[in-house]
């Protein structure tokens, strides 16, 4: 079973920038798409973004479009999302989590999930 260990999150001003990476152990890394979702305090977890196996078709939720960027590096098992122009409603616990699925779609199905890091956004 794939194993996950995000890491990258903390505190950031409104408009700032980060860099979550999510460490994958296991050799079907590169077999699956990636998701990332996030958990507000208070909310359900919601769907963030998601990347094909090969990094070549990506899926975001509207409220990130423009601003995240999902990425992966297939020979380091790691995904990336890169975040940009953070805002305060981005204050969440974000997890990522291997997908059932070979390919990113708008209805991910995720499997195995990552214990997740906190993203404070200040305003």
């Known amino acids: 079973q794939v194993q996950l260990v995000e890491s990258g999150g903390g505190l950031v001003q409104a408009g700032g920038s980060l860099r979550l990476s999510c460490a994958a152990s296991?050799?079907?890394?590169?077999?699956?798409?990636m998701d990332w979702f996030r958990q507000a305090p208070g909310k359900e977890r919601e769907f963030v973004a998601s990347?094909?196996?090969?990094?070549?078709?990506?899926y975001y939720a509207d409220s990130v479009k423009g601003r995240f960027t999902i990425s992966r590096d297939n020979a380091k098992n790691t995904v990336y999302l890169q975040m940009n122009s953070l805002k305060p409603e981005d204050t969440a616990v974000y997890y990522c989590?291997?997908?059932?699925?070979?390919?990113?779609?708008?209805?991910?199905?995720?499997?195995?999930w990552g214990q997740g890091t906190q993203v404070t956004v200040s305003s």
């Open positions: 989590a291997v997908d059932r699925m070979r390919f990113a779609s708008a209805t991910p199905q995720p499997g195995s």
């Open positions: 296991g050799r079907t890394f590169s077999s699956y798409a």
């Open positions: 990347i094909s196996w090969s990094g070549g078709r990506t």
